[in-house]
Every structure is written in structure tokens, then in C-alpha cells.
């Protein structure tokens, strides 16, 4: 209905035909909002924030200003116990580790020897750092602990077998048959294992024979390490073919020691008293740089007045 004679207003309505005005308003707050609504006509108005610090407690809004900071128990941060944001601390250092969130670094580590270890140990996190063994022959003198190389084997007396007087390591002796029975340790053998062990020995002479043609033919250093360690193996069944193993073990090396093979490596599989009574693998050795720890063993035993000299 058009209000010809004037408009009936109701604060910013009119009653009559529905019209609004910007006046008379009957404002109402809305909840958690920084706003307020007319009841009447449903016009919003905006309401400045109020601010606790960061956080407006009316509508929950926050600024990046105004926070309450407070460190955060076990870390380099801290936050706000008004909105929650955090905020990053720098490390309090004493020497490798922050005191505050525990965090290491890898400098300024406080390292005391442990005692009886070959390893020294920070005060400050606890890192350890390997320390150089003291060896005396295959064992360390400091820790104890044992490597498979420089044993000192010695015969036990009455069987085919040697002990290392420094750690106490066994290994088994190839049995000195004299007939039926091994001068060493008393153990027999009936004439069935006679002639086992003679094909035995057939077998592995011609298979020294194949081993050393590839050893001395190939260029690849996974055959040659493969050859060696078969031979190895027969080498120490004794007999005439473990000698011939030997011998051919010799020639590899010798026969390689030009390629780039690695010649510790394959002179390693030859026992210290077959490199010190050989002049030519002991010159050969002697020209190689980090050649195998043997040949210390070697020179040890010429000068011991074991084998020949060079």
C-alpha cells in the first residue's frame, strides 16, 4: 500500500508500506561477531575489534602484534598464550649441545678416553669416536678385541691341529700319514681311505693344473681371486697336490703382478713360509704399495732364520 500522505514510521520502517530509512535503527550485537544487526530492517554495522593483546575478545581475530610470548618446556620456541603461535628461539649452546631443547651438533664435542676402549666418548652428548687398536699380532692391547690375521699358531702337542698363543684360535693340520696311521695325532685309515685319498689327490692335482691356466689367462680379478682361494683350499689338504697348489699359487701372483690386479690381495692366499723362502714373490712384494701384511710376517721369519735369503 503506497503511503500518499506520509509514511508511518516504526524506527526505520514504515509500518504501512515497508520502506526503510537509514535512521532510527534498533541495532542489536551479534554474537561473536565484531558486528551488529537491525532488529527491524536487518541493515549490519560494523564494530571496531577489541583487542587483549593479539586476540579481539569478541570475534576471536588475531593480529600479529600484541602476543604473550612464553617459552615452551624442552625446545628453542615459545608461544603465545593469548593465540598460540610460536615463535622460534635461537639454541643455547655449551659446547655440542643446546642445554634448552637438546639438540647436538658435531663440533665443539668434549671427547675423554673410555678406559679399556678403543673409543673415546664426548662428556657433553655421548657421541663416540673410534680410536687406532694396539696391535700385538691379532689381538688389540687395549680393548681385546681380535682380528683373523697375525695369529702365532702353535702346534698342540699329540694332535693335527695348532692354537694361537695370543687369543686362543684353533685350526686343523692336514694329517702326516705314514702308511696307515698320522705321525702327529695317531689317527688311521683302513686301505678304502688310502685310496680315497689318493684319487682325492689325483682329482685336485689336475684340478690345480685347470686352476692355474685360467689364473695366469684371465683378466678378470673375480677369477683370479676365484682360483686363488680353490687353491688355497687344496693347498692346505697337503699332500703333493696341495704342494703343486702352492706353486701354482706362486705363479699367479707372479704372473699378475702387471695386470692391475690387486697382488696383496692374491698374495694373502700364500702362507708366510712359502713367500719367505721364494725371492721372487718377496722382490715383487717389496715394490708394491699396502702389499699384504704377510710379507711383514715373511721378512720376520728370515730374519728368524726361517727359509732361504733374497
Given amino acids: 500500500m503506497a503511503c500518499i500522505f506520509g509514511h508511518k514510521w516504526d524506527g526505520c520502517k514504515c509500518s504501512r508500506c515497508g520502506k526503510t530509512r537509514d535512521k532510527g535503527h534498533d541495532f542489536q550485537l551479534e554474537k561473536g561477531k565484531c558486528s ?13 575489534h577489541q583487542w587483549n593483546g593479539c586476540k579481539c575478545v569478541r570475534c576471536g581475530t588475531t593480529r ?20 598460540g603461535k610460536t615463535h622460534p628461539l635461537e639454541h643455547q649452546w655449551v659446547g655440542c649441545k643446546c642445554v634448552r631443547c637438546g639438540t647436538v651438533r658435531n663440533i665443539r664435542h668434549n671427547f675423554q678416553r673410555e678406559e679399556n676402549k678403543c673409543f673415546e666418548r664426548c662428556s657433553i652428548c655421548g657421541q663416540i669416536r673410534p680410536l687406532g687398536h694396539q696391535w700385538n699380532g691379532c689381538k688389540c692391547q687395549i680393548c681385546g678385541e681380535v682380528r683373523d690375521e697375525k695369529h702365532d699358531f702353535q702346534p698342540i702337542e699329540g694332535k693335527c691341529s695348532e692354537k694361537c698363543s695370543i687369543c ?32 682325492q689327490n689325483r682329482q685336485d692335482i689336475a684340478r690345480v693344473s685347470a686352476l692355474r691356466e685360467l689364473g695366469l689367462k684371465t683378466h678378470s680379478s673375480l677369477e683370479i681371486d676365484k682360483c686363488a682361494r680353490e687353491l688355497n683350499s687344496i693347498a692346505q689338504r697337503g699332500g703333493s697336490a696341495g704342494h703343486r697348489a702352492n706353486l701354482a699359487l706362486r705363479d699367479i701372483v707372479l704372473g ?24 721372487a714373490i718377496l722382490r715383487m712384494l717389496e715394490t708394491v704399495e699396502g702389499f699384504s701384511s704377510k710379507f711383514d710376517d715373511a721378512m720376520t721369519a728370515q730374519d728368524s732364520g726361517i727359509g732361504r735369503s733374497v
Avoid at 551488529?36 to 571496531?48: M, P, Q
Avoid at 600479529?64 to 593465540?83: A, T
Avoid at 696383496?264 to 713360509?273: M, R, S
Fill in 168 to 199: 686362543g684360535k684353533t685350526r686343523s693340520l692336514v694329517h702326516q700319514w705314514n702308511g696307515f696311521k698320522c705321525e702327529r695325532c695317531g689317527a688311521t685309515r683302513d686301505e678304502a681311505q688310502i685310496r680315497r685319498d689318493e684319487l
Fill in 256 to 279: 699378475n703382478q702387471y695386470t692391475g690386479w690387486d697382488t696383496p690381495k692374491i698374495a694373502g692366499y700364500i702362507t708366510e713360509q712359502e713367500i719367505a723362502s721364494d725371492p
Fill in 36 to 48: 551488529e544487526r537491525c532488529s527491524i530492517c536487518g541493515k549490519t554495522h560494523v564494530l571496531e
Fill in 64 to 83: 600479529d602484534e600484541g602476543h604473550d610470548f612464553q617459552p615452551i618446556e624442552g625446545k628453542c620456541s615459545e608461544r603465545c598464550s593469548i593465540c
